[in-house]
Nanobody
């Protein structure tokens, strides 16, 4: 079972930036499609950004396009989420997720049901 550990959350003023990191255990990280989701208070967990296993293809929720960037370093078993121009509505717990084999790492998945490994979450709070 893959273990994921997020870091980098915190409190930031609107307009500021944060970079989240997610480290994965194991030796087959490069085979996984990876994604970031977020969940606000009383809300469902929603897709934020995703990456195919090579990192060459990514996808974003409309609400974060142009502000957030997902990237990965397969040599370090780590995926990142750079968040710029943060807004109060970005406040949420952010979760890292992995879609592991037999799921294909060459597919971009958008539903939480397609991911079978999750981190514990990291809180991001954006003040106005």
């Amino acid at each position: 079972q893959v273990q994921l550990v997020e870091s980098g959350g915190g409190l930031v003023q609107a307009g500021g930036s944060l970079r989240l990191s997610c480290g994965a255990s194991g030796r087959t990280f490069s085979r996984y499609a990876m994604a970031w989701f977020r969940q606000g208070p009383g809300k469902e967990r929603v897709f934020v950004a995703g990456s195919r296993r090579t990192g060459g293809s990514t996808a974003y929720a409309e609400s974060v396009k142009g502000r957030f960037t997902i990237s990965r370093d397969n040599a370090k078993n780590t995926v990142y989420l750079q968040m710029n121009s943060l807004k109060p509505e970005d406040t949420a717990v952010y979760y890292c997720a992995a879609a592991t084999p037999p799921r294909s790492g060459s597919v971009l998945y958008f539903s939480p049901r397609d991911y079978d490994a999750w981190g514990q979450g990291t809180q991001v709070t954006v003040s106005s």
